[in-house]
Nanobody, 123 residues
Framework: QVQVVESGGGLVQAGGSLRLSCVVS????????LGWFRQAPGKEREFVAA????????YYADFVKGRFTISRDNAKSTAYLQMNSLKPEDTAVYYC????????????????WGQGTQVTVSS
């Protein structure tokens, strides 16, 4: 089993910044990819960003528009999501996912998930 814990959410004004953290532990040998997803009330969960633990490849959703940056610290088994220029539409629960595949559909169905951290952006 893999344990995933997110943190760093909170309330921020539009235009502000926030950094989320995701710590992964347990049997992580097959969880080679770390992804961030988000879900707003009444909406489906959507992909935000992903990164490989042992490759340089990163992936971003179109709506990020250069505002978000995903990174990692392998020694700490931790991934980060730096969110800048936040907008009210970014308000959602953000989830961390540990997966063996970067395919979004596969990640949604097969990932180990954290409990989520609330991000609220005020206007």
């Amino acid at each position: 089993q893999v344990q995933v814990v997110e943190s760093g959410g909170g309330l921020v004004q539009a235009g502000g910044s926030l950094r989320l953290s995701c710590v992964v532990s347990g049997r992580t040998f097959n969880s080679r990819i770390l992804g961030w997803f988000r879900q707003a009330p009444g909406k489906e969960r959507e992909f935000v960003a992903a990164i490989y633990w042992n490759w340089d490849n990163t992936y971003y959703a179109d709506f990020v528009k250069g505002r978000f940056t995903i990174s990692r610290d392998n020694a700490k088994s931790t991934a980060y999501l730096q969110m800048n220029s936040l907008k009210p539409e970014d308000t959602a629960v953000y989830y961390c996912a540990a997966s063996a595949s970067v395919d979004v559909a596969t990640m949604l169905k097969s990932s180990y998930w954290g409990q989520g951290t609330q991000v609220t952006v005020s206007s």
